[in-house]
Structures are given as C-alpha cells and as structure tokens.
C-alpha cells in the first residue's frame, strides 16, 4: 500500500531496485525502467560505475540513485533494502542482475574458491535480495521480481561450466518456488534466461568472442527491453520464465568456439 492507503500497481510508476546496475544487462535494464517512469535504485561493488549509470539516466530525464553493495553479503543487502525503504517507503520491483563467472570453468581446472565465489553471488546473492524486499512487498500485497538467470539454467553445455550452469538451474528453480507460496499474496516473479548477450562478462571466457561473433548476440538494450516490459505488466500477470536467444545462436549451430 502507499502512504495515502492506495495501492500502487507494478506498472512503471513505482521504485525499482536492479543489482549488478553498473554494467550490463543490469545497467541496460534501469536505464529501460527509468524511461519508463521508474525511481531506480542501482546497486554493484564498483560505486563509480554506478555513479555513471546514475548519471546517464539523470541526463536522459530519469530518476536514479547508487548504492555500493556486495550481493553476497546477507547483512549488506537488508541494510540496502532498509535504506531504499527508509527514503521511498517501498520496493516495487526487484531486478537480480548480479552475476560473474571464473575463466577456470571446466573439471579439469575448476578451483573450490571459483566454485564458492560463484555460489555466493549468483546463488546465495539473488536469495538475499529476494528475502531483503519479501516483508515489504507482502505488506504492500504488491511486488515483482525478476531473476536474470542464463540459456544455461535450461541447456547444459560445456561453455559456461559446472559452477556456473547449476548456480543458474537454482535459480531457476528458485524463482518458481517463490511462485508458488507467494502468488498468494499477490507477488510474481519470473526467472529472465538469456543466451549469449554482448556485456563485459564475455571477457572471462577462456576463449573471449571476437567482435564480429558478439554483434551477432543479444546486445544489452534488448535484455533492457524485456526487462521493462516485463514490469509493464499489471499485477494480475505472472511471466513465469523468458528464456531468450540470438537468432544465430551458437549453441545450435555448434561452431567450434561454442564447443570449447
């Protein structure tokens, strides 16, 4: 509910709140959100990366603000929750974006620590955010989440690696969960999974694309868009998943790089 008791639709006109905001699909999606007419609230570990998301959505018009946070940090991520909802009173929407991978990804070479790391973060981070904003979207009996999950949380391959394909599978698996008890209380979440997108991340792979290879892949602004249109949908509407690829997707053509 609002201050003046009305309730406030996930449509557009609320505050939301993307991790991982400071490059990448989470930068493209509060720019998509700020066009639309959100209050956005990006959060990442690099503040001057935030600080220049923040102020490209300022020039363009939009309302935005940063706030430094490690994902993995269950105690960080309520004190972030706490401090948007101490300033705005709400949470509208919550937007998982943060994510990494390690270039030793494969059995032969996978570290504990890279395993762990990837955990904390892709995993244990998108539970955090989701457990930080359930008390205040169940009181607003209003609330959207968006989990950007990976091509990966659907289709094993051998690219992304073990750590990385079954943080994804989790999360997949989590968002749905989350459905299921809280559709109740009129909250949804849908599990977003794209496949190859051209955003800094590619450049931990072992064997990074070319530049001709990444302008045939998802571009940032297209995760943006969906992103936005996802929370453009009333609170009667769930999308449960979007699992979203290139036309010329790699995976199925099986080109040699895909292989490796």
Request: proline share 5%.
């Amino acid at each position: 509910m609002s201050n003046n008791g009305e309730r406030v639709a996930c449509n557009g006109k609320g505050v939301a709140w993307v991790t991982g905001g400071g490059s990448g699909i989470g930068e493209a999606g509060a720019e998509a959100l700020a066009a639309d007419g959100w209050t956005v609230v990006v959060s990442g570990r690099r503040k001057e990366a935030l600080d220049a998301v923040v102020a490209k959505i300022s020039t363009a018009g939009g309302k935005a603000e940063a706030i430094a946070l490690d994902v993995s940090k269950a105690a960080d991520v309520n004190q972030a929750a706490a401090q948007i909802l101490a300033k705005h009173g709400r949470i509208d929407l919550l937007v998982n974006s943060a994510g990494i991978n390690v270039p030793k990804r494969s059995w032969a070479d996978m570290e504990l620590e890279g395993w762990n790391r990837l955990v904390e973060i892709n995993l244990n981070g998108v539970l955090y955010c989701m457990h930080a904003v359930l008390p205040a979207m169940r009181a607003q009996q209003d609330g959207c989440i968006i989990n950007v999950a990976s091509w990966a949380g659907r289709h094993v391959s051998k690219m992304p690696g073990p750590a990385y394909t079954t943080t994804k599978h989790a999360v997949l698996a989590l968002t749905h969960s989350f459905n299921m008890d809280e559709c109740a209380n009129g909250l949804r979440a849908c599990c977003l999974s794209p496949g190859e997108v051209a955003t800094p991340i590619l450049k931990l792979r072992p064997v990074a694309p070319s530049e001709q290879e990444q302008a045939k892949m998802l571009q940032p602004e297209d995760l943006g868009r969906t992103i936005a249109f996802v929370a453009s949908m009333p609170p009667r509407v769930c999308i449960n998943e979007i699992l979203i690829s290139p036309t010329w997707n790699r995976g199925f053509l099986q080109t040699p790089a895909s292989r490796d």
